[in-house]
């Protein structure tokens, strides 16, 4: 065999022109050091825009929302901190009272970082999956205890958070007040205080006190992943979280046509009128639908019959694309339409539009239309509750 000179060497090289002989050069696998700083980096460009710290209190803006308490969660903890400081170019760490408790009294008293971090289970450093207001533990014993770990295919969902934020900034999905478990459902997203929790899969369900429950794999947007209990998720969400509706795109497809940019309103109003006929009704509400303002909409209707002729005022709006609040209002009046008020009043046309309904239950109408689910669900006018169709 004749021996490859380092000319013959260099021109095959030059001849290689698809790269055949570039060897691949494979790209480092992503930390839990690496998440840390891109989390970090992110809170360091919002201060550099707005010249502040996130508000971890401002829930009109999911994003700062979520760097705020991202923020405590780091200023908290001083691993986070030491190994962050060489990108605290803000001087965040600087405020950090630092002094050694002076005896055990005062560090049961206080507030401190590092003894929370030892009471927390070793995978859960964040305090993550700590639950409040979870009522007393059952008699049986939970056939396991659900813990943190690093998720170790996070790259298959990272792209859907990034996705999922850009969504929420744009318009295209809303946070909803979460009010049930019914909520929770595979391939949803959640906030879970103040982070983006996503519901990666539902294992078998089981009824149980007080409802169906079962393992979920539940993915986090810090690259955590935990298999909580359903019940146990609802706990936390109850307490401090919110449903993230799908995309307006993907729950409006079928209403959608070219005129759908004018926005329109379903309203829920409330009438002020003294007919004695209507005392009877503890929950009277109207349910309505504009593509006008909503507050004009209900200004001077004291002569309307549709406002049964009496002075009526706005309990709730929701805002959303014109054609889809037509469709909306359209499916509300369907769904309650046991407890419609069929009225006349002198001679004029029938009141269709009012509902002895408690405004509570329509909003969570209007949410699982949202989540699309409606359909699973009915109306029982005896417990003016929304249950689980059966």
Known sequence: MSELTREALEALIADDEHGLLVPEVKSEPVTNADILANRFEDINAFIDEYDRKPDPENREDIGEFQLGHRLNAILENPEYRSSLDHLDRHGLFEEIDTATPGSIDELLA??????????????????????????????????????????????????????????LRSGRRQLSTFRNPKYIKKGAFYVQRGMLVYVAEVGELTQKSPGLDGRLRCIFENGTESDLLLQ????????????????????HENFLTADHMA???????????????????????????TTNNAEDRVASVETDPTFLSAPASLAATFKMPAEYAKHMETVLHQFFSAVRLDVWFDGGPTAREWFDVPLTAIEEAVDLIQTSQLHNYHYDPTTRTIKLAT
């Open 110 to 167: 206080g507030k401190d970082p590092l003894l929370d971090d030892l009471l927390e289970s070793d995978s859960d450093t964040s305090g993550l999956f700590e639950h409040t207001h979870v009522p007393p533990p059952s008699k049986e014993a939970p056939d396991k205890v659900a813990r943190g770990k690093l998720c170790k295919d996070f790259e298959l969902f990272e792209q859907g958070f990034l996705d999922c934020h850009a969504d």
């Open 232 to 251: 146990s998720l609802a706990r936390s969400l109850y307490d401090d979280g919110k449903i993230v509706t799908e995309p307006q795109d993907v729950t």
């Open 263 to 289: 926005t329109g309103y379903v309203y829920v109003a409330r009438t002020h009128s003294k007919d004695p006929k209507l005392s009877q009704f503890e929950n009277l509400h109207k349910i309505g639908y």
